[in-house]
């Protein structure tokens, strides 16, 4: 059996489930909100990581079915993470190209606003560079609809993409995400420290947030964090986890 007969199986026996990455502020340290990020929890195979089952769901279309069902269980989880917290938090989802280009998104996205009634401007969607460059004219008109949601757009993996500058000025984005390769050999890399440093530098005057992913060190969250990054997401404060232990981390960080 390939592993693309057995996801459909695993849609029908439910071993899909989501994981959470606490996204922190660099100053204080708290949880400000969380990336979704999925998992197959096969009975055999055990945990099988999304880089091999993605991509399957992407060429053969069930990315739609499972990113319906990661979005509107993401919002509805939120809701009782900011009961636990006591405090306004948000949620970020990943959006596959395919996703994005699926006719029937917006749809998608209004019935897990109205399932679980999160406010929009609680939802971060993460977006690539390249699912903007494929059509930028229907992803204008698809951002514009995002916004009148309040949903905010986060560019993920910034920096590795196919990045003409340009859809900073043409697309309504709100959140850049420095990919954790720029991050990796801070602080003694100084390419890296310059990249980040522009990065940081664009954001500021373009009004963006920041989150450095893959903040794995002390010295690389003191890095950023004087340079003016607001949030950081990485193994130093917090692996993807499960809900369960998400609400744990959040009973402690009051
Ligand atoms: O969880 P992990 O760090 O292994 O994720 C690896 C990749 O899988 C990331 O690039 C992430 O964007 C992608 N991924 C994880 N969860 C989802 C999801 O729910 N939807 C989509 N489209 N991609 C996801
Ligand atoms: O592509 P995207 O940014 O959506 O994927 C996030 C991926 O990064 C997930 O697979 C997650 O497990 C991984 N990740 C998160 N924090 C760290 C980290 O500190 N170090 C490393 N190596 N990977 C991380
Ligand atoms: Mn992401
Ligand atoms: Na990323």
Request: aromatic share 8%; with cysteine.
């Amino acid at each position: 059996i390939s592993l693309e007969a057995a996801m459909f199986q695993a849609v029908r026996e439910g071993e899909f489930l989501l994981y959470y990455q606490p996204i922190v502020s660099s100053r204080t340290r708290r949880i400000e909100g969380f990336e979704t990020l999925m998992r197959w929890k096969h009975p055999t195979l055990g945990m099988v990581p999304p880089v091999r089952f993605i991509p399957i769901a992407e060429t053969n279309g069930l990315i739609n079915m499972l990113g319906a069902w990661a979005l509107k269980s993401a919002l509805v989880q939120l809701r009782q993470f900011e009961e636990v917290a006591r405090r306004d938090l948000y949620i970020s989802v990943n959006i596959s190209p395919r996703q994005f280009r699926n006719d029937r998104f917006l749809s998608v996205l209004d019935d897990a606003l109205a399932f679980s009634g999160t406010p929009g401007d609680k939802l971060v969607l993460e977006i690539t560079e390249g699912t903007l460059m494929v059509d930028p004219a229907h992803a204008e008109s698809i951002l514009g609809k995002m916004a009148e949601r309040r949903a905010r757009i986060a560019i993920d993996d910034f920096g590795t993409g196919y990045s003409s500058l340009a859809y900073l000025k043409r697309f309504p984005i709100s959140v850049l995400k420095i990919d954790r390769a720029f991050i990796k050999d801070l602080p003694e890399s100084s390419k890296d420290a310059a990249i980040c440093n522009a990065v940081l530098d664009i954001a500021k005057h373009l009004n963006l947030s920041v989150v450095a992913e893959g903040v794995e060190t002390e010295e690389q969250l003191d890095y950023v964090e004087t340079r003016g990054c607001d949030y950081v997401q990485g193994y130093l404060t917090g692996k993807p986890m499960s809900a369960h232990v998400a609400l744990a981390a959040l009973k402690e960080d009051l």
